[in-house]
């Protein structure tokens, strides 16, 4: 690709900012020494950062924005919070000036702020949040994580949409599996709202691809390329997972330290534990996407490291690259389209524009 | 306590019954030697495995059951399958021959017909599946876990009270930490039903218990003693928890089998890595309790082997011995009888009887 693409940086959001931004900025400028940066937030805390950090400094334009969205701010109030380095940043995908925005903020106002400034893609009632975790058979896309705490049938279907092309993108497949997340994997089983769905999937042009219900089990067994989720329980699971993975973790360094056979037999196994630890490591997979807007929209972990940060940049890139949101707008068109007209339950996908 | 207790089991609920059934039977038959023990199911198949199993035959009544409740097979059907094992072992539990039952078949039909047959407590809208998780700072109780799929801010608040007493009698502790389960610790975070349930919580006799919102990773972190939540998250929780802590299991494994110095490794360390591997065995958690019924429910997974079903026993039998239901009774008069006056947004706690 010679193209150059820029990135915005909301150089103020998440528990280490603006720190941990800019060294991971750094790392990022490393890896993607075509791209450009801009960087927004407060100037006279970002110039003696910028100074340390060579390669980020070379790459990146730095725009003043004195304001920043807390954690505790509601999205209302962050709406109104014109000069954060959220908002600045967003507002610099709309305007055209950025491909994508990576911050690691106030999720529930960026979310919010892209819904409004950046706008849905057409055909979608509501953006998703997506993002990747290990399992048993490779990695899983999972989505949505958060974004939509209710759900009814038509997101969900719309989610699967996006999911796919998603996996497309970032997994590399040509035709990914799709589970619906449900309390069993039989087909009366859950709530209307999932039995609806799954039936306009069947019936649907990715029908050869919807795997059906699939439980909690499934997402690190691996079961479907995809798991569709409503934004609560999706939330849930995502974080159940990672507790549980950080517990047995936790459980076996322990183990190693609880007497002399078993340090011995640590430094035997080093090696390999290493390289799961590596391969678990949350950092691997920073970086949810916010799927359907016009525009690429990455939120990182809000307490992760330099590292961290760069991955979840690294994330941003490969959709800006990939001309993710040209595949969803194709993919839309080809299943929610249709669809929409023909079930959608409460009107508002066929709705006058008047 | 010189009581005798009478457990009535379902022979052939589950994967591989009547066999683990039996077996189970006779391993809680060693435990729990004052109790008896009411076996229900096709006779001509439970003889020749009886003779087998001396213990369980020595303290068991055989009754006959010609039918079985499928897994698939939809609660309506179930409810019409009066000669089923199932059936005749919830009938004996309604008729007071046996203070609880313990199943490990089809979960949906376990409870519609514990609902119908044996009934709910006065002032229980839902029963709800209650079990145990292993955490980083003990075990945990969490509920619901899959009985009611949809749930509103009564129930959650109706599931508080009854994780409470619970608690109180499987983990013998004087006043449990509740949390109630969200995308997020904020006052703010969440839909309408958990911010209402909270709400009521921070008003209750309880209030000095609840911890507020917690998030998926506080499962296994143990931030509370209980955690409250629908069906449908809690399904999807624990089945996920369950499936990442698999994950590693088996990737840790993989590493062990690695190479020559991993094999080592894993022998000096083996002493330590098998204790992990007991306190975090799914067995040793098998056995959900239906919460909120006139009679002892315990759901054993349908998968389970002998030892995971005696350890279904050994919770219903707990549950019996403590008087479990009592309690719960009076938990529920102090805390939700009150509040169902001030609070029940669909007014049927305040619906007149006539």
């Known amino acids: 690709m010679s193209a150059t693409f820029t990135l915005a940086v909301d150089a103020m959001g998440g528990d280490h900012a603006p720190d941990i ?8 400028a490393e890896r993607h020494p075509g791209a450009r940066f801009l960087l927004v937030g407060d100037e006279p805390r970002l110039a ?3 100074s340390r950090y060579q390669r980020a400094a070379r790459l990146c334009t730095v725009r003043h924005a004195p304001d920043v969205i807390g954690n505790d701010m509601k999205p209302t109030a962050a709406l109104r919070s014109r000069n954060a380095s959220m908002r600045v940043a967003i507002d610099a995908v ?7 925005v990576v911050s690691a903020g106030n999720t529930g106002a960026l979310l919010a702020l892209a819904k409004i400034v950046i706008k849905t893609l057409p055909g979608i009632s509501r953006p998703a949040m997506a993002g990747i975790t290990p399992s048993a058979r490779g990695d899983v896309v999972m989505l949505d994580l958060g974004a939509n705490v209710a759900c009814d049938a038509r997101n969900l279907v719309e989610f699967a949409v996006m999911g796919d092309v998603f996996a497309r993108a970032v997994l590399g497949l040509t035709a990914p599996s799709i589970g619906l997340l449900n309390v069993g994997s039989e087909e009366q089983k859950g709530d209307d709202r999932v039995r609806q769905a799954a039936e306009v999937l069947r019936a649907s042009p990715i029908a050869a691809q919807f795997a ?7 997402i690190t067994a691996g079961t479907t390329d995809v798991i569709v989720t409503d934004g609560f329980t999706g939330n849930v699971a995502l974080k ?15 183990v190693f330290r609880s007497g002399v056979l078993s340090r ?10 290493e390289r799961l630890r590596e391969w678990l ?3 691997r997979y920073n970086g949810a996407v916010m799927l359907g807007l016009n525009g690429v929209v990455v939120k990182s972990h809000g307490g992760t490291d330099a590292e961290g940060f760069a991955h979840a940049m690294d994330v941003a890139m490969d959709m800006v690259v990939h001309r993710f949101n040209e595949h969803i707008r194709e993919g839309l068109a080809r299943v929610v389209g249709p669809m929409a007209v023909a079930s959608a339950p409460n009107g508002s996908a066929v709705a006058p524009a008047g």
């Open 48 to 50: 003696p950062l910028l």
């Open 21 to 28: 931004v800019v060294a991971g900025l750094d790392i990022a």
């Open 94 to 100: 709309a305007a055209g000036e950025a491909e994508g």
């Open 264 to 273: 011995i037999g640590y430094v035997f196994a080093r090696g390999g534990l």
């Open 281 to 283: 490591d949350p950092r």
């Open 240 to 254: 159940t997972a990672e507790g549980a993975a950080k517990l047995v973790g936790e459980l076996l360094r322990q």
């Open 212 to 218: 059906g219900f699939v439980e909690g089990h499934d």
